[in-house]
């Protein structure tokens, strides 16, 4: 049985004396080799939680990977990205001996300070993707963020001076532009897998709508369906926003409107009736939401059917 422990790391540099790396040449930014990485015991598992951005591109990384009870093993070129402040872990049980490669870029916050970035890079919602939404890059694609993140590099191992934050922060923007569009292409071209997801979705939103937890806890909420379907929110949202242009909460009120016709037409129930077994506290509110959709009031829709 692997031993557990949690380990939060503050620093770039305490990182790097965790690993067995030498000092950063720059105390908030580093890329790391993953080949000069010293690896840990056999059998140990470690949650981690670090105090700064860590994007990383992994190979050949023969371990498991967890965020909560979600875990993967990595076994191609993949990337993840962890925002400070996330618990993830890592455990080494295989008894060969271990090897990976591959390059992660580490950014404090503090790098960031004062610059637009330091907001923006809270919109990037791959940051709070799950382990097992980790994106899958082409080789080409590869070769694209590694290139970047190897000028982020030679940049802060060149001479320091008043150009240099601006360059590196250039390079960090168009590295999560990129992999933005990366995401993207991954929930287009992930066919099988994606559309299991959207099938998952149709039968989870089926199951509910004709169950009685519509009227006894009001419509699922969009935290409630991606813990169903294991998979993060964002992560969700993005999938779905991408594949079908509406977002899970869009998908939600279409099942809800696809509900409310089906009552409104072969039912004599009244419409308050109908707006609490939808899960409505206030008729009002399912009626505006209705005509919101349709175009139509709830008893105009039905008049039209007689």
């Known amino acids: 049985m692997a031993n557990t422990h949690l380990l939060r790391i503050k620093s770039i540099s305490e990182y790097h004396k965790f690993k067995g790396l030498p000092k950063p040449e720059h105390p908030l930014i580093s890329v790391v080799n993953f080949e000069s990485i010293m690896q840990l015991p056999y059998n140990e ?80 919602e791959y940051f709070s993707y799950s382990v097992h939404e980790a994106l899958y890059l082409s080789e080409k694609e590869e070769s ?40 993207q292409r991954q929930f287009i071209t992930r066919k099988i897998s994606n559309h299991q997801i959207l099938n998952r979705l149709e039968g989870m939103l089926a199951e509910y709508f004709n169950s009685e937890a519509l009227a006894k806890r009001g419509l699922p909420t969009v935290q409630y369906i991606s813990e169903t379907l294991n998979v993060s929110s964002n992560y969700l949202s993005g999938l779905l926003k991408t594949l079908t242009g509406q977002t899970t909460q869009q998908h939600i009120h279409d099942k809800l409107i696809e509900k409310a016709k089906e009552k409104l037409s072969t039912t004599d129930l009244s419409i308050s009736e109908i707006a609490y077994n939808l899960g409505f506290e206030h008729s009002q509110s399912f009626s505006k939401l209705f005509k919101t959709k349709t175009n139509l009031s709830p008893l105009e829709f039905r008049q039209s059917f007689n």
């Open 144 to 183: 694209i963020i590694i290139a970047i993140m190897q000028n982020i590099e030679q940049e802060y191992h060149s001479n320091i001076d008043k150009f240099s934050q601006n360059v590196i922060i250039a390079q960090l923007e168009l590295l999560l532009t990129y992999s933005e569009r990366f995401y």
């Open 45 to 124: 598992s470690i949650n981690l939680i670090f105090d700064f951005y860590s994007i990383s591109l992994k190979r050949n990384f023969n371990a498991k990977i967890k965020y909560g009870q979600q875990e993967y093993d990595f076994d191609e070129g993949v990337m993840f990205f962890i925002a400070p402040g996330q618990v993830f872990g890592i455990e080494i049980n295989k008894k060969e001996k271990i090897k990976h490669s591959g390059w992660m870029l580490l950014v404090h916050p503090d790098f960031l300070w004062n610059m637009p970035l330091a907001k923006t890079i809270k919109h990037y």
